[in-house]
T-cell receptor, first 120, second 110 residues
């Protein structure tokens, strides 16, 4: 159980293009979804957290107008990289949890398989 | 802020035990997790431990927690080549956010 599907797995596009990445929880309701960025051989950097039906909370240094997050349902969140440039090339990973931000208890995050974004 | 540290590399021979260590600074951590990441993939939750526990065993995996020293370890018994991956420890304190360590790249030598 607790499967998270992320699509697409690999995107190559031209500079200036906007790219949308989808994250779906397949067998549970994801009250909270997280978007991470991972640079080669580095750890995950949290970009933003979204609770279903609320605006996303962005981490310091992450441009909300650049990285648009929509979490309109309990099973789907999308990340849109607007007007992507080569420096946006990275591995983007989403995760989902059935717990709401601020909640206590065992609420593991379940991760998608990531999207490798390459901007030419 | 929270700081989670791991050694970057570990090499073991197939069949030996692997021990991956992690230190953290947040004394209010409630849960600590171990995730595995294979090349080009997302993170797979391996196991977790609640902060009031000292040890948890799950098949080949043993997690030890020293809360006083803020030290967490993951022992993999009878390590196999399929265990080669990057292992991340992560801690959660209160809010739902996780703080990840730097990751340890485990290489299993046949």
């Amino acid at each position: 159980g607790a499967v998270v599907s992320q699509h697409p797995s690999w995107v190559i596009c031209k500079s200036g293009t906007s790219v949308k990445i989808e994250c779906r929880s397949l067998d549970f309701q994801a009250t909270t979804m997280f978007w991470y960025r991972q640079f080669p051989k580095q750890s995950l950097m949290l970009m933003a957290t979204s609770n279903e039906g609320s605006k996303a909370t962005y981490e310091q240094g992450v441009e909300k107008d650049k990285f648009l997050i929509n979490h309109a349902s309990l099973t789907l969140s999308t990340l849109t990289v607007t007007s992507a440039h080569p420096e946006d090339s990275s591995f983007y990973i989403c995760s989902a949890s059935w717990g709401r931000t601020g909640g206590f208890g065992y609420q593991p995050q379940h991760f998608g398989d990531g999207t490798r974004l390459s901007i030419l | 802020g929270e700081d989670v540290e791991q050694s970057l590399f570990l090499s073991v021979r197939e069949g030996d035990s692997s021990v991956i260590n992690c230190t953290y600074t947040d004394s209010s951590s409630t849960y600590l997790y171990w995730y595995k990441q294979e090349p080009g993939a997302g993170l797979q939750l391996l196991t977790y431990i609640f902060s009031n526990m000292d040890m948890k065993q799950d098949q080949r995996l043993t997690v030890l927690l020293n809360k006083k020293d803020k030290h967490l370890s993951l022992r993999i018994a009878d390590t196999q080549t399929g265990d080669s991956a990057i292992y991340f420890c992560a801690e959660k304190s209160g809010a739902n956010n996780l703080f990840f360590g730097t990751g340890t790249r485990l290489t299993v030598i046949p």
